[in-house]
């Protein structure tokens, strides 16, 4: 996120290409797990901020696609 609390057109395209992902809008794919590594990564850096983010995480939804991921990596 930018200072102030903004999020840059490159945050909202890395959310974009989750969503879309997601709702089956678009294929999950290398630019979708690339997107999806860089909010992990800044999701824990916010968990680090405080307590009060400890519970802040992904949807069910996008859970179940780094499931499937880690699946597909195994194999």
Known sequence: ?????KMSEMDLDYCQLVRDSVSGERAV???????LE???DRLERLKK????????GFS??????VER???????
């Open 60 to 65: 069910p939804a996008v859970l179940k696609l």
């Open 49 to 56: 901020l405080g307590r009060g983010f400890s519970a802040v």
């Open 29 to 35: 794919d290398e630019q979708t797990l690339a997107a």
């Open 38 to 40: 860089v909010l992990k």
């Open 1 to 5: 996120m930018q200072s102030g609390g």
């Open 69 to 75: 991921n880690n699946l597909m990596a195994v194999s």
